[in-house]
């Protein structure tokens, strides 16, 4: 898929700061799938990007985009996300992180939702087009399956609307006023549109 983006956009420095994100998470995902799917994982984290670069969001935050499960659901460390892309990114990607994957869903999950109203506008761009193309993966697998698509996660689609309701809600505050909001407008839109699906 190329990349609809003004060529000047991104500079010489950007493409290779690109191509060696997607090399870090095409190995650091390269035996992971997406649930009960086959589709290799790295489907995810490339299509966050290219949500971000399509945004026209800054370069950092495009790249921590497509790193932003490395740290969460691979072996790559912090420190060796920072020694690579350096602070920002690595920052980013940090705050995109569930804090503890021993905590219950529920708690990392409302542990997500009370951080994104205040959460720096770069992680909240990252967490918006994860979630999008989350939400997007799910009606695909919902056309084709139905219902059952529900219980390939951890908690069912009670839950899950919970969830997507509120992070979709909790992104869009304290958004700047002048700032693009079609991206998290977006989200919203989609969440309610699979959650409308019967």
Not at 16 to 35: G, I, M, N, P
Request: overall charge negative.
């Amino acid at each position: 898929m190329t990349p609809r983006v003004n060529p000047q956009f991104f500079e010489a420095r950007d493409w290779a700061l690109l191509d060696r994100a997607l090399e870090t998470a095409a190995v650091a995902h390269r035996a992971q799938t997406r649930k009960a799917t086959g589709v290799p994982y790295l489907v995810h984290p490339y299509a966050v990007g290219m949500l971000l670069l399509e945004a026209r969001c800054p370069t950092e935050v495009v790249i921590a985009g497509i790193l932003h499960d490395v740290i969460e659901d691979t072996p790559v460390t912090l420190a060796q996300l920072r020694q690579q892309f350096g602070d920002e990114i690595a920052e980013i990607v940090a705050q995109c992180s569930e804090p503890d994957k021993s905590w219950p869903w529920e708690k990392r999950k409302q542990h997500t939702i009370d951080f994104l109203p205040t959460a720096p506008l770069t992680v909240k761009l990252v967490m918006a087009a994860d979630k999008l193309h989350n939400v997007r993966s799910i009606v695909e697998e919902y056309h084709k399956i139905g219902k059952a698509v529900w219980e390939r996660f951890n908690r069912g689609r009670e839950q899950q609307a919970w969830y997507y309701r509120s992070v979709a809600n909790s992104l869009i505050e304290n958004l700047p006023n002048d700032f693009d909001k079609s991206l998290f407008v977006q989200l919203r839109e989609e969440v309610e549109f699979l959650f409308s699906l019967e």
